[in-house]
């Protein structure tokens, strides 16, 4: 298996865009997580999926900020308008179930300038 | 509510050293217990895991004892190596009555040569 997928490595966009990020799970993991890492926050779980549905969000920033699994093999997380105090690194993780071992993806990091 | 605290960093040590990082949990129920490790511009990997009290879990020459007397899942390893230099995460996850899944803030290890 070719493991979590974030196609995207580095994203730069200016403060004010729309961006999205990209993850694909390993196939047959019926959960599905988003990450923000910072220097200063550390890593914060910011909302993840069960079968598709998102389960908890209470990670989420703030409105800006929006997640969508449209089908198992796909979610994107999507920030509208972007701010410069957004850049950080965003890690997809999937799993078979919630006490399980979660599979990270290699991380987008993202820089709004 | 359910948290993880780990020992903050950096620890530095040299080669061939005992490493301890502590690792504390408040948790209703019974969680598994996880240690992620993160190197240098990569994502997280499991390191080890325990799911039940008394568990052991030990990969590479790292160990955790799951102990729930003392709420504690320290990870040690007897002789490090400069490989070993890394951010190391502490991770609780729960599926009793709340799904949680909740990562300590990490600690970061040097190792010198």
């Known amino acids: 298996d070719a493991g979590v997928i974030q196609s995207t490595r580095h994203e730069v966009t200016e403060m004010g865009q729309e961006v999205t990020l990209r993850c694909k799970p390993i196939?047959?993991?019926?959960?599905l997580f988003w990450y923000r890492q910072t220097m200063m926050r550390g890593l914060e779980l910011l909302i993840y999926?069960?079968?598709?549905?998102?389960?908890?969000d209470s990670g989420m920033p703030e409105d800006r900020f929006s997640a969508k699994m449209p089908n198992a093999s796909f979610s994107t997380l999507k920030i509208q308008p972007s701010e410069p105090r957004d850049s950080a690194v965003y890690f997809c993780?999937?799993?078979?179930?919630?006490?399980?071992?979660?599979?990270f993806g290699p991380g987008t990091r993202l820089l709004v300038l | 509510g359910d948290s993880v605290t780990q020992m903050e960093g950096p620890v530095t040590l040299s080669e061939e050293a005992f490493l301890t990082i502590n690792c504390t949990y408040t948790?209703?129920?019974?969680?598994?217990l996880f240690w992620y490790v993160q190197y240098p511009g990569e994502g997280l990997q499991l390191l080890l895991k325990?799911?039940?009290?008394?568990d052991k879990g030990s990969n590479k020459g790292f160990e955790a004892t799951y102990r729930k007397e003392t709420t504690s899942f320290h990870l040690e390893k007897g002789s490090v190596q400069v490989s070993d230099s890394a951010v190391y995460f502490c991770?609780?996850?729960?599926?009793?009555?709340?799904?949680?899944?909740?990562f300590g803030k990490g600690t970061r290890l040097h190792i010198l040569p």
């Open positions: 948790a209703t129920g019974y969680p598994s």
């Open positions: 993780a999937s799993s078979l179930n919630l006490w399980e071992t979660q599979y």
């Open positions: 325990a799911t039940k009290a008394d």
């Open positions: 991770a609780l996850s729960t599926s009793d009555r709340d799904d949680k899944i909740i």
């Open positions: 196939s047959g993991h019926d959960y």
């Open positions: 999926f069960n079968n598709n549905v998102p389960i908890d």
